[in-house]
């Protein structure tokens, strides 16, 4: 079953989308550091913000290959903790930390919605099947970025908010690095895992489920 889109976002979730940016980005600069947005939840939340006004079915695409299934991880993680007190991947420790302020904390709440929020985007827009390899790429060059230039764990002691080891280059801790293996074969399997196991799924979902974005271009 194929989905029609709908073609267009409505006026007014641009601006409510854009106004809840604009409230995140300054205080999440002053709170974790500018490299809080390389993290790939952060870079969905601004390239949507620039894809709802422009109408871009290839950026919304490519967020929505890129987030949906950790996003959902993430809200299972959430749900899990504060209904039942059960950890299922530890991703979700900081919305219980006292050190964060509540604001931020909700937030922070934004994972929760935003990858039902490009579902939706893509049943308005179509999916576009260059999200994959392009996501792909964007994706390498990021976990890269994050290795050779990004703050290592642990966060500084003066400043233990501050964002470290962004997108889990270092481990699945931000007290210190990973021991398990090399650090250039875990790299290799971060970026295995994200294209393998959260973006080829997403794709072939997508592609099956959503109407094909240039298609309804063509109707347009």
Known sequence: MTIVAKQHVPYSVKLLYSAFVAIV???????????????????ALLVTAVAIWIESPL??????????VPQT???????????AGVEITGVTRYMLEDSIPLY???LSLFHGWLPFFLVWLLW???????ALALQSAVAIAILLLCYLF????????DDPNRAVNI??????????????MAPW??????????????????????????????????TR
């Open 25 to 43: 980005v300054p205080l999440y600069w002053t709170t974790y550091g500018p490299w809080n947005f390389v993290y790939f939840c952060d870079v």
């Open 150 to 157: 990004g703050p290592a764990p642990p966060p500084p002691a």
């Open 59 to 68: 950026l919304v695409s490519m967020q929505a290959v890129a987030i949906v």
């Open 104 to 106: 931020l904390r909700s």
């Open 185 to 218: 074969l875990w790299l290799a399997a971060l970026m295995v895992i994200n294209i393998i196991g959260f973006y080829v799924p997403s794709h072939f979902v997508f592609r099956r489920v959503f109407a094909t974005a240039r298609r309804i271009e063509a």
């Open 73 to 83: 991880l993430w809200v299972v993680d959430l749900l899990c903790r504060v209904l």
């Open 124 to 130: 308005r827009l179509g999916y576009d099947r260059r």
């Open 167 to 180: 997108n889990y280059v270092y481990g699945f801790t931000d007290k210190h690095p990973q021991t398990l």
